[in-house]
C-alpha cells in the first residue's frame, strides 16, 4: 500500500511536467539580405514603422540598411538618428558614394558643418559610378558650395 502511496505523486508529476507548454525559438528564416528587401518593399508601401523594424534586423549583417534606415529618419524629420544612420553607412560601405552624399545633404539642410558637407560631396562626385548619379551628386555638392559662399 505505501507504495501505491508514493506513486501517484510520481505519477502526478510525471503527467504534469508533460502538459506544460515548452517555448520554442526558431532561427529567423530571412536573411539580412531578405530582412532588407522586406524593408524596402514596407518603405514603398508606406508602412514606415514596419520598415524600419525590418531594416534595423537586417543589421550589421547588411551594410546597405544603415543607408535605408538614414534616408527613412532623414524623410520622417529625425535628423539627429539620421546622421548617425548616414555615418555608420559611411564607414560600412566605405567605396559607396551614395551615404557620403545623403550625409552631406543632411548637414546642408541643417546648415551645420559645411566644410565637412563639402567634402563628402565631392567624395561623392569622385566616387560616382554612373553619370546619372555623378549629376545629382554635383548638384549636392554645387548646392552646399553655394550655401558656403553665403549664397
Same mark, same amino acid.
Given at each position: 500500500m505505501k507504495r501505491r502511496i508514493a506513486l501517484v505523486p510520481l505519477l502526478c508529476l510525471l503527467l504534469a511536467a508533460c502538459s506544460v507548454p515548452r517555448v520554442i525559438v526558431h532561427d529567423d528564416p530571412l536573411s539580412d +539580405?531578405?530582412?532588407l528587401?522586406?524593408?524596402l518593399a514596407y518603405e514603398k508601401?508606406?508602412?514606415?514603422?514596419? +520598415?524600419e523594424?525590418?531594416?534595423r534586423r537586417a543589421l550589421?549583417?547588411?551594410p546597405r540598411a544603415w543607408l535605408s534606415l538614414g534616408n527613412l529618419q532623414f524623410g520622417r524629420q529625425r535628423l539627429d538618428e539620421a546622421e548617425e544612420s548616414y555615418r555608420r553607412a559611411v564607414r560600412a560601405l566605405p567605396d559607396d558614394p551614395e551615404p557620403r552624399n545623403n550625409? +552631406?545633404?543632411?548637414?546642408?539642410s541643417r546648415g551645420k558643418d559645411l566644410a565637412e558637407a563639402e567634402r563628402l560631396a565631392r567624395e561623392a562626385v569622385d566616387a560616382a559610378r554612373s553619370p546619372e548619379e555623378r549629376a545629382?551628386?554635383?548638384?549636392t555638392l554645387r548646392q552646399i558650395r553655394q550655401a558656403r559662399a553665403g549664397g
Open positions: +539580405a531578405e530582412h528587401q522586406l524593408g508601401d508606406g508602412k514606415l514603422d514596419l +520598415a523594424k525590418e531594416y550589421p549583417g547588411e550625409l +552631406a545633404w543632411l548637414l546642408l545629382e551628386f554635383e548638384d
